[in-house]
T-cell receptor, first 114, second 111 residues
Framework: DGGITQSPKYLFRKEGQNVTLSCEQN?????MYWYRQDPGQGLRLIYY???????QKGDIAEGYSVSREKKESFPLTVTSAQKNPTAFYLC?????????????FGQGTRLTVV | KQEVTQIPAALSVPEGENLVLNCSFT??????LQWFRQDPGKGLTSLLL?????REQTSGRLNASLDKSSGRSTLYIAASQPGDSATYLC??????????FGPGTSLSVIP
């Protein structure tokens, strides 16, 4: 089945550690996105990538880093510089080349700082 | 700056009732509006996508309308069922790479 796979589902991080969240898609989508969701708030865009080897900062990129070495993969690293990383992280993808395109989401990774 | 709001924040209805969820946005210059469903601890599932040139979209018991000039969209759910219980989010696409989400409405359908 085509879709987006995020792993792990739950992740625990100690203070000062970097952690990497995985996002893989087999939909042949060019564009991929990372969002953060906090209780009572809408999703906020962290980073997005429109093509391989290119990515752009979203609204809350500080403390995060990404790479896009393959079309299928868009991993997100939460660095120790992110002051409040505990949140639900969602990865999404969409077909490139159109403004009126539908977004597809993974099942999310819940990150907790311990 | 585009802002998206959703009212009410939470809604509880008895099974079988028809209901309306509201989404408002401040800037009418949007390319599309999408309604999503999110179950607790899960990702988002797309329900309906309305292009900026369209007024409404229907899928089964769901009907979404769009009024760009007034900055509003509604999601109508007919004959609600307990399985409809979830959080419903709307999102507007404001540019090639920008999608702004609302905070969501948490729906509970009581058997």
């Amino acid at each position: 089945d085509g879709g987006i796979t995020q792993s792990p589902k739950y992740l625990f991080r100690k203070e000062g550690q970097n952690v990497t969240l995985s996002c893989e898609q087999n939909l042949n989508h060019d564009a991929m996105y990372w969002y953060r969701q906090d209780p009572g708030q809408g999703l906020r865009l962290i980073y997005y990538s429109q093509i391989v080897n290119d990515f752009q900062k979203g609204d809350i990129a500080e403390g995060y880093s990404v790479s896009r070495e393959k079309k299928e993969s868009f991993p997100l690293t939460v660095t120790s510089a992110q002051k409040n990383p505990t949140a639900f992280y969602l990865c999404a993808s969409s077909i490139q080349g159109g403004l009126n395109t539908e977004a597809f989401f993974g099942q999310g990774t819940r990150l907790t700082v311990v | 700056k585009q802002e998206v709001t959703q009212i009410p924040a939470a809604l509880s209805v008895p099974e079988g009732e028809n209901l309306v969820l509201n989404c408002s946005f401040t800037d009418s210059a949007i390319y599309n509006l999408q309604w999503f469903r999110q179950d607790p601890g899960k990702g988002l599932t797309s329900l309906l996508l309305i292009q900026s040139s369209q007024r409404e979209q229907t899928s089964g018991r769901l009907n979404a309308s769009l009024d760009k000039s007034s900055g509003r969209s509604t999601l109508y759910i007919a004959a609600s069922q307990p399985g409809d219980s979830a959080t419903y989010l709307c999102a507007v696409k404001t540019s090639y790479d920008k999608v702004i989400f609302g905070p969501g409405t948490s729906l509970s359908v009581i058997p």
